[in-house]
């Protein structure tokens, strides 16, 4: 018989892969991985904010990071300072402001878990704040597919019909929030850009088309949490670096077999 444990894992696992490999797609797309890398550093800060206020980290989570991209929106439009200035500012900021915080709580806090991530540990009611999460996300993407699209492949052509730009890169950054609110527990602070980025960048070598691109990058997130996980239980390792490990090898194979398959033809 399954362990609970196990099940509420490979749940977890296979809801955050989904839309990760979903969502990765842009980051890929659109240069946004400093930007992630960023985001899951202020994130650390609205798990301390969580803490204080004696609310859920994931909403403490998603609270601050949704102020971290309305904020950098803003800053980008006054053109103060360059983006990746202006990341590097505020997400160690963010992250430092959360560290000392978390420091000066009376409660003894385990930053490991945070920061790196146990699927093993999720709790039923993380499932529950993962699925809704998840098709959350899933249908803004669904309803704004062809917009975020055409605004990567092209804004200006996005701009003369119709869209706005602006509006459409802040809830592209509002899903971000969300997929490292529900997903910090399953590989942890400093990783989750890593789900995000090497599926996505393992399905481009493999699509000829954005949809399809999506679809191959969440089933390839699917196998790396399933792997990830597998190993994790029967190796002792730490289940979010496994995760990525498992992420890192299946690259590399596509990348080698796509070298090669180019190669002969």
Same mark, same amino acid.
């Given at each position: 018989m399954i362990e609970p444990f196990i099940i509420r894992a490979i749940i977890a696992g296979v809801g955050i892969a989904i839309i990760a490999g979903?969502?990765?797609?842009?980051?890929?797309?659109?240069?946004?991985?400093?930007?992630?890398?960023? *985001? =899951? $550093? @202020? #994130? &650390?800060?609205?798990?301390?904010?969580? +803490?204080?206020?004696?609310i859920s980290t994931n909403l403490g989570t998603i609270i601050i990071c949704s102020l971290f991209a309305v904020v950098l929106i803003w800053l980008q439009q006054k053109k103060i300072?360059?983006?990746?200035?202006?990341?590097?500012? *505020? =997400? $160690? @900021? #963010? &992250?430092?402001?959360?560290?000392?915080? +978390?420091?000066?709580?009376?409660?003894?806090?385990?930053?490991?878990?945070?920061?790196?991530?146990?699927?093993?540990?999720?709790?039923?009611?993380?499932?529950?704040f993962i699925l809704f999460g998840g098709f959350f996300v899933l249908i803004f993407l669904y309803f704004n597919w062809s917009s975020f699209v055409l605004m990567t492949i092209d804004e200006k052509l996005a701009k003369a019909e119709g869209i706005n730009i602006v509006f459409y890169q802040l809830l592209i950054m509002l899903l971000m929030t969300v997929v490292v609110a529900v997903s910090f527990k399953i590989v942890g602070l400093l990783l989750i850009t890593s789900l995000l980025i090497?599926?996505?960048?393992?399905?481009?070598?493999?699509?000829?088309?954005?949809?399809?691109?999506?679809?191959?990058?969440s089933l390839l997130a699917v196998l790396s949490v399933a792997i990830g996980v597998y190993s994790s239980l029967y190796l002792d390792t730490p289940s979010g670096p496994s995760i990525v490990v498992a992420s890192t090898i299946i690259f590399?194979?596509?990348?080698?077999?796509?070298?090669?398959?180019k190669k002969n033809n």
């Open positions: 979903a969502i990765g797609c842009f980051v890929v797309w659109r240069k946004m991985a400093y930007f992630g890398d960023s *985001l =899951a $550093h @202020s #994130a &650390l800060l609205g798990v301390a904010l969580g +803490l204080v206020m004696g300072l360059a983006t990746d200035t202006l990341l590097g500012i *505020l =997400a $160690h @900021s #963010a &992250l430092s402001v959360g560290m000392v915080t +978390l420091s000066l709580l009376e409660q003894s806090i385990d930053l490991h878990s945070y920061l790196f991530g146990d699927i093993l540990a999720v709790s039923s009611a993380e499932i529950y090497i599926p996505a960048a393992a399905a481009r070598q493999l699509a000829n088309s954005p949809e399809k691109m999506a679809i191959i990058s590399i194979t596509i990348s080698v077999f796509s070298f090669i398959f």
